[in-house]
């Protein structure tokens, strides 16, 4: 079959410019001859349709195409281009971690102290000074080795894991908003702080394995695995596994007080938090810095007002929740450890052990016993302890501000 397409197509013309029949009252054009302004006449732009060619908001579609660049010329325009962003991704990425690290990790030696120190009722010596906290971690430290400070940190992860998990899964199959919009009301609130609730419920048998962990003495020579912690959990809910003395209070004695702690934390470390991150940023904002006219400046200034707030109002959060919750977290912490037959070291020298063998009968009776034997300062046994922690993430910090404004003052 023979084509019936003319060998002078050029898809513009044809049964329109060369064509008499169909030309009527038009009056033929050479487009290859015409101006600019006759050609904005008769071509116009497809309408910009949301979504489509992957638009952000705000983005138009461009009305013209870009012309091929030179070889070369990308490799040229990346070795030209500032490495400020890419050394803005980077330190981001830094300094979340370097956060992260200390929160998890460097801090853990002083969370397995405290702990320690709260479930000791035959201490002498409360550690309220973080010299002395100091001097009896070097001493477990010396006898047992550098990994007593760091037993039941994997258990930790995996109580953290599983409070994530349950969160989300319930906020999935419930109307419980697992975060709060800018436009909340009451009813909102109550179903978030339910399931802040219901999470910290879920997760407090796994909890209290943890929390075994992190106290049980290494001398023991009990070397749990990660997933010990979840099974231990388990076997605490069905009641079966490892034997626990008479003693032993049940789970259902252990959720108002564990739900009450959970719920009090992250009131407090949320309003703190909302609290510094806005008067961190309407400082930085009214500024005379932020206002200058030197670019260099304001590149680091802005880069520093878009990670550093965050993470003081984190690390100031946490610090204000975690002292004020101190006396609570005590009374807790001896009710999920009574009667699981657990040893501990000796906190007021570190070379020896103790058994674990109290008789409270509920959260009132634990208050009132501390009070009446071991005085008001009873409930903050420990706390140098949080002290030193505190201290060593500040001091962080104030080092990851300090490498990240040299390394952007050099790029």
Known sequence: MNSRRPDSFDGLGYRGRDDPSFS?????????????????????????IPGSRNLHFGDRTPQFETPPAPPGAADEAQSAAPPSEQLNRFAGFG??????????????????FRRQCQVNYHARCYHLSPLTAISVMYNVTKTQGPKALWKGMGSTFVVQGVALGTEGIISECTPLPRELSHKWNPKQVVGHLVLKGLTHVVAMPFYSASLIETVQSEIIGDNPGILDCVKEGLGRVIGMGVPHSKRLLPLWNLVFPTMLHGILHYLISSSVQRLVLYLLRHRNNGS????????????????????????????????????????????????????????????????????????????????????????????????????????????????????YLTLLRNA
């Open 288 to 403: 005379p810095n932020h206002s200058s006219t030197n670019s260099g400046m304001d590149t680091v200034q802005s880069m520093l007002d878009a990670y550093f707030p965050e993470l003081m109002a984190s690390f100031a959060a946490s610090l204000c929740a975690d002292v004020l919750l101190f006396p609570m977290e005590t009374v807790l912490h001896r009710l999920h450890i009574q009667g699981t037959r657990t040893i501990i070291d000796n906190t007021d020298l570190g070379f020896e052990v103790l058994p674990i063998n109290t008789q409270y009968e509920g959260m009132r009776d634990c208050i009132s016993a501390i009070r009446r034997e071991e005085g008001t300062m009873g409930f903050y046994k420990g706390f140098g302890s949080i002290v030193v922690q505190y201290s060593l993430h500040a001091t962080v910090l104030q080092i990851t501000k300090m490498i």
């Open 24 to 48: 009527g009252g038009y009056s033929g054009r050479s487009f290859n001859n015409s101006s600019s302004a006759d050609l904005q006449h008769w071509v116009t732009t497809p309408p910009d």
């Open 95 to 112: 300094i979340g971690l370097a956060s992260l690290f200390t929160e998890n990790v460097l801090a853990h030696p002083c969370i397995v």
